[in-house]
């Protein structure tokens, strides 16, 4: 069974930055994305950032010049750097790593919270 911990959230503010971190435990052969998502109060959750196995990221637009997020396949973990906050990316952000091939290998981490204060 995998199991993702995450850590890093919590409260900042505008223009601050945070690093979130997500390690798993567990066999995550057949894992070959490591992402980012999040969900804010009465919206649904929303792609962040994703880093494929070699390390190539795509990013939603909202994320694009201040987010990057990267990975250390040696420990399992995917990171986040959250640059140049906006009040407006509060929400509770989870990790997700998937197969492409193994679809019934889809973990998410219990989420963290990030609030950012105008």
């Known amino acids: 069974q995998v199991q993702l911990v995450e850590s890093g959230g919590g409260l900042v503010q505008a223009g601050g930055s945070l690093r979130l971190s997500c390690a798993a435990s567990?066999?995550?052969?057949?894992?070959?994305?490591m992402g980012w998502y999040r969900q804010a109060p009465g919206k649904q959750r929303e792609l962040v950032a994703t880093?494929?196995?070699?390390?190539?990221?795509t990013y939603a637009d909202s994320a694009k010049g201040r987010f990057t997020i990267s990975r250390d396949n040696a420990k399992n973990t995917v990171y986040l750097q959250m640059n140049s906050l906006k009040p407006a990316d509060t929400a509770v952000y989870y990790c997700?790593?998937?197969?492409?091939?193994?679809?019934?290998?889809?973990?998410w981490g219990q989420g963290t919270q990030v609030t950012v204060s105008s």
């Open positions: 997700n790593f998937r197969s492409s091939w193994r679809g019934a290998d889809n973990y």
């Open positions: 567990g066999n995550i052969f057949s894992i070959n994305t």
């Open positions: 880093v494929t196995r070699g390390g190539s990221p």
